[in-house]
């Protein structure tokens, strides 16, 4: 509150800049070691992962904006691949002592979402004649599980005790990242080559930043092993 007061209302855009700026760049951050720095990096990894495919899928399923058949069709199916590809090697692994432990965690942090998704899942697959309304509220519950899910991977994989996972090497780090920012600018080229309106085009701008975003991160982390 003290930076915002004192650049003022006609500072704020820089200050979102630098604020965002920052974000993409967790390598750089004080850090009391590498370890640490990488558990950031993969925890950047994931929120990036998880903002890609929930914006190409939302474009895809709730508008009109590429044809409908992309959504099934093999270079989107590879692009998701490889971005989960990508996600998988980035992520940390627990290690053999804390796997119980932190099962646990996941289950009990993700069991709302998950319920929500099942119950969308048994609606829709009664094939029920219910009204508009009650039609939009299950779409809006099923993305909303979706997103729950997303935040509740991304929350772990930040905060867990570092003494209970194995932090991605920086060799496997780098590839994670290199597969998933692949992954994503497959995946934005499609949807910005095959949109017809402003809003296909936007979602491939944005998930192609994105891509680009986590290129930057590993160029970061590069930097600061080898000062």
Same mark, same amino acid.
């Given at each position: 509150?003290g930076e915002?007061?004192r650049v003022?209302w006609?500072?704020m855009?820089?200050l979102?800049?630098?604020v965002?700026g ?6 750089i951050?004080p850090?009391?070691?590498?370890v640490e ?10 929120v ?8 190409a899928?939302?474009?895809l399923?709730?508008?009109?904006a ?7 069709s ?9 971005t989960?590809?990508g996600?998988l ?10 796997? @119980?432990?932190l &099962? #646990?965690? %996941?289950?009990?942090?993700? *069991? =709302?979402?998950?319920?929500? /998704?099942a119950?969308?899942?048994? +609606?829709v697959h009664r094939d029920l004649?219910v009204p508009?309304? @009650?039609k939009l &509220? #299950?779409? %809006?519950?099923?993305w909303? *599980? =979706?997103?729950?899910?997303? /935040?509740?991977?991304?929350?772990? +994989?930040a905060d867990?005790?570092l003494a209970?996972v ?5 060799r496997?780090?780098?590839l ?5 920012a692949?992954?994503?600018?497959g995946s ?12 296909g ?7 192609l930043?994105?891509a680009?975003?986590?290129n930057?991160?590993v160029h ?8």
């Amino acid at each position: 509150m003290g930076e915002v007061e004192r650049v003022g209302w006609r500072g704020m855009p820089q200050l979102v800049w630098a604020v965002a700026g920052m974000w993409l760049h967790p390598a750089i951050w004080p850090a009391d070691s590498m370890v640490e720095r990488r558990r950031r990096v993969a925890a950047l990894g994931v929120v990036v992962t998880a903002a890609g495919w929930l914006t190409a899928h939302a474009v895809l399923e709730l508008t009109g904006a590429v044809p409908r058949g992309l959504a099934h069709s093999w270079r989107l199916t590879a692009c998701d691949t490889l971005t989960f590809l990508g996600f998988l090697l980035a992520l940390p692994v627990p290690r053999l002592r804390s796997v @119980v432990r932190l &099962a #646990v965690l %996941a289950v009990r942090r993700i *069991a =709302l979402p998950v319920g929500i /998704g099942a119950a969308v899942v048994f +609606v829709v697959h009664r094939d029920l004649a219910v009204p508009a309304l @009650v039609k939009l &509220a #299950v779409v %809006a519950a099923w993305w909303l *599980a =979706l997103m729950m899910v997303a /935040g509740q991977v991304i929350r772990t +994989v930040a905060d867990v005790d570092l003494a209970a996972v194995a932090v991605p090497s920086p060799r496997r780090l780098r590839l994670g990242l290199w597969t998933t920012a692949a992954g994503l600018a497959g995946s934005g080229l499609t949807l910005l080559t095959a949109s017809g309106n402003l809003t296909g085009v936007l979602a491939g701008a944005t998930i192609l930043t994105l891509a680009a975003a986590v290129n930057g991160t590993v160029h970061d982390l590069t930097e600061v092993r080898t000062t």
